[in-house]
């Protein structure tokens, strides 16, 4: 089955510390993309950073970063230096397009809190 | 770029009554997709469009949904008879074709249906 998981509903870290969001996937799938998005209180989701699954490097956007463990099918996403306005829900979410699927499947999200 | 737009941003309507939705993309974007999301969940795939066809449609859209492109520009989604466990977050999203795993999905704000 073609799933994400993300375990912590809600997490909350001090303002200029960085916080760690995790994110596992199951596919049986060898070409994949993973993906993190941001969705605030307005409701519009994100776009924050991409990672193929053939790419050897971990991606980085800025203050994000995406800790990618293929073998144990792990996507965590990094923001460093947290900000206030980086309270919102994030997802986590897979592209596949084995089966003519072509379409992204979402985690149900974590809720982060930054603190002043 | 104005982005991608959903009218109308919140609807109230009545158990039985039928609504619609309408969704502007990202001009240059010729692929269209609809999601539902409700309180603390992720996003769940609908259908998508490319250009005026609907290429997929998930098992989640009973046939009291019917969703239409007809010129391959914008989208609308209609409900018919709605049923309480209809009341979501309906997310619309546009992407460019050709982008491989890594195509992003642009996201609109969303229309907040409540169904009484």
């Known amino acids: 089955a073609q799933k994400i998981t993300q375990t912590q509903p809600g997490m909350f870290v001090q303002e200029k510390e960085a916080v760690t969001l995790d994110c596992t996937y199951d596919t049986s799938d060898q070409s994949y993309g993973l993906f993190w998005y941001k969705q605030p209180s307005s409701g519009e989701m994100i776009f924050l950073i991409y990672q193929g699954s053939y790419d050897e490097q971990n991606a980085t956007e800025g203050r994000y970063s995406l800790n990618f463990q293929k073998a144990r099918k792990s996507a965590n996403l990094v923001i460093s230096a947290s900000q206030l306005g980086d309270s919102a829900m994030y997802f986590c979410a897979m592209r596949l397009f084995s089966g003519g699927y072509n379409k992204l499947i979402f985690g149900a999200g974590t809720r982060l809190a930054v603190h002043p | 770029d104005t982005g991608v737009s959903q009218d109308p941003r919140h609807k109230i309507t009545k158990r039985g009554q039928n609504v619609t939705f309408r969704c502007d993309p990202i001009s240059e974007h010729n692929r269209l997709y609809w999601y539902r999301q409700t309180l603390g969940q992720g996003p769940e795939f609908l259908t998508y469009f490319q250009n005026e066809a609907q290429l997929e449609k998930s098992r989640l859209l009973s046939d009291r949904f019917s969703a239409e492109r007809p010129k391959g520009s914008f989208s609308t989604l209609e409900i018919q008879r709605t049923e309480q466990g209809d009341s979501a977050m309906y997310l619309c999203?546009?992407?460019?074709?050709?982008?491989?795993?890594?195509?992003?999905?642009?996201f609109g704000s969303g229309t907040q249906l409540s169904v009484l």
């Open positions: 999203a546009s992407s460019l074709a050709g982008g491989g795993l890594n195509e992003k999905l642009f």
